[in-house]
């Protein structure tokens, strides 16, 4: 019976551990495409011209009825994480009229706050490595 209690911990270490790093490649899956999508002449980079609010607005717009609510930015953003703007955060800097939604005029301002967030070499573009680091914090 001690070999199993013995290795009970290390099972559930393992477990946790590929839980983890599950949920990070779904993170980079996820970003790979969404980057896939912004990158609309495909060279491997996504300007300042290809994140545009529209192109995000339609991207976080799921049930498409023209608002972005904080059900769907979080959605977009994943879990909040120390340290760095919660969706509600980001929604209520973007929101300029107060209603707790984004119109399509918010969401280009935050696209263009979302884009020099994630550029953090300051090229004013965004390679698939910028963008995954941005897509998980």
Same mark, same amino acid.
């Given at each position: 019976?001690?070999?199993?209690?013995?290795?009970?911990?290390?099972?559930?270490?393992?477990?946790?551990?590929?839980?983890?790093?599950?949920?990070?490649?779904?993170?980079?899956?996820?970003?790979?495409?969404?980057?896939?999508?912004?990158?609309?002449?495909?060279?491997?980079?996504?300007?300042?011209?290809?994140?545009?609010?529209?192109?995000?607005? !339609?991207?976080?717009?799921?049930?498409?009825?023209?608002?972005?609510?904080?059900?769907?930015?979080?959605?977009?953003?994943?879990? &909040? !994480?120390?340290?760095?703007?919660?969706?509600?955060?980001?929604?209520?800097?973007?929101?300029?009229?107060?209603?707790? &939604?984004?119109?399509?005029?918010?969401?280009?301002?935050?696209?263009?706050?979302?884009?020099?967030?994630?550029?953090?070499?300051?090229?004013?573009?965004?390679?698939?490595?910028?963008?995954?680091?941005?897509?998980?914090?």
């Amino acid at each position: 019976m001690k070999p199993i209690a013995l290795r009970l911990p290390g099972a559930l270490c393992l477990l946790v551990c590929s839980m983890t790093t599950a949920q990070a490649q779904a993170a980079e899956t996820t970003a790979a495409a969404r980057f896939a999508l912004l990158d609309r002449n495909h060279d491997g980079v996504v300007t300042a011209d290809e994140y545009d609010g529209k192109a995000v607005f !339609r991207e976080l717009d799921t049930n498409q009825n023209y608002r972005i609510s904080l059900d769907e930015l979080q959605a977009a953003l994943g879990p &909040d !994480r120390d340290g760095q703007l919660s969706a509600a955060d980001r929604l209520r800097v973007a929101d300029l009229n107060g209603d707790r &939604d984004l119109s399509g005029e918010e969401a280009g301002r935050f696209a263009h706050m979302r884009f020099q967030s994630l550029d953090t070499n300051h090229d004013e573009q965004l390679d698939l490595a910028e963008f995954q680091r941005g897509f998980r914090r």
